[in-house]
């Protein structure tokens, strides 16, 4: 009995570690989605003292992780964390040995194409010449109108010739920005003026097609995003201001500026949104920061 008990009470124990190792899972999953899903609408909550208090991070629009756009040994870095960087601002290189050999061969073959259509063109000048020629003898009665037709129809086939040779030198032109496309996608670009805030790779890591490379931020305009009860929709106006506090930097007084308004309520919550934009200089307040705005009740 004593052994029979011992092997169920093993069993037991192994399915509850199975199921709290399997659990485990759910939470990391979820921390990792909302690490990088845009922050909703905070709802904003009424003070003591009858006004209405919204709390919220400052975000900016332009804001982004930078993937790659094709496979590849990254070959160099060339922005840390905290580098400001212009729009089209080369971060890192990718090894591009073999696209751009491969580039090189298509622009050779596309030289030499368009050599060979430049040779049937004159080619085609000559035959249309002697076309010409032909036309006069015939008319002269020195030639028959079989010879007439030769020359005429051999005229016609190098035009042919002539258009086939220049819809190949457009495949191979076309093959060949092709490809330099795909040199391009290894010189890895800033997509817009702002700060890099993270970089998730290393010189000599091998990266894929869609991987995070940096995470690219704008330093402005500060914004922050709050709902409000229906009944402000007739009594706040896009261009009013309202005071901005950071808990962190008491300190500090700031303003914003309304610039967006719902134009309908949320008929879940009863609610509008709301779009706020910082004024003035942003002093030491940074995306991300927990801001509070105030607006008095109306």
């Known amino acids: 009995?004593?052994?029979?008990?011992?092997?169920?009470?093993?069993?037991?124990?192994?399915?509850?570690?199975?199921?709290?190792?399997?659990?485990?899972?759910?939470?990391?999953a979820v921390a990792a989605n909302s690490l990088s899903a845009s922050p909703q609408p905070t709802a904003a909550a009424s003070a003591p003292d009858g006004a209405w208090i919204a709390s919220g991070p400052l975000v900016v629009e332009n804001q982004?992780?930078?993937?790659?756009?094709?496979?590849?040994?990254?070959?160099?870095?060339?922005?840390?964390?905290?580098?400001?960087?212009?729009?089209?601002?080369?971060?890192?290189?990718?090894?591009?040995?073999?696209?751009?050999?491969?580039?090189?061969?298509?622009?050779?073959?596309?030289?030499?194409?368009d050599m060979d259509l430049k040779n049937w063109k004159a080619e085609a000048?000559?035959?249309?010449?002697?076309?010409?020629?032909?036309?006069?003898?015939?008319?002269?009665?020195?030639?028959t109108q079989e010879q007439l037709d030769h020359a005429k129809?051999?005229?016609?086939?190098?035009?042919?010739?002539?258009?086939?040779?220049?819809?190949?030198?457009?495949?191979?032109?076309?093959?060949?920005?092709?490809?330099?496309?795909?040199?391009?996608?290894?010189?890895?670009?800033?997509p817009f003026s702002g700060l890099v805030a993270r970089r998730y790779v290393r010189a000599g890591q091998k990266v894929a097609l869609g991987d995070r490379l940096f995470w690219v931020t704008a330093e402005g305009p500060l914004r922050v995003r709050f709902t409000l009860p229906a009944r402000f929709l007739a009594r706040i106006q896009k261009g009013q201001e309202l005071p901005l506090t950071a808990p962190d930097l008491s300190a500090e007084q700031h303003s914003a500026r309304i610039i967006e308004i719902s134009p309908v309520v949320d008929p879940g919550s009863g609610t509008i949104e709301v779009l706020t934009e910082l004024m003035g200089k942003p002093g030491d307040l940074r995306p991300g920061m927990t801001v509070n705005l105030r607006l008095d009740n109306p």
């Open 125 to 143: 000048e000559v035959l249309h010449s002697d076309y010409i020629r032909a036309q006069k003898m015939w008319e002269a009665g020195l030639i």
């Open 153 to 190: 129809y051999k005229a016609e086939s190098d035009q042919w010739d002539v258009k086939r040779v220049q819809e190949m030198l457009l495949n191979a032109q076309a093959s060949e920005r092709s490809l330099e496309f795909e040199v391009e996608k290894t010189r890895i670009r800033a």
């Open 1 to 28: 009995m004593f052994k029979r008990a011992t092997g169920v009470s093993v069993i037991i124990g192994l399915v509850l570690l199975a199921a709290g190792c399997g659990g485990s899972k759910t939470p990391t």
């Open 64 to 113: 982004v992780d930078v993937g790659a756009q094709r496979e590849g040994v990254v070959a160099k870095v060339l922005a840390e964390p905290g580098t400001r960087v212009k729009s089209g601002q080369v971060l890192a290189l990718l090894d591009d040995r073999q696209v751009a050999a491969d580039l090189d061969a298509a622009r050779a073959k596309s030289r030499s194409i």
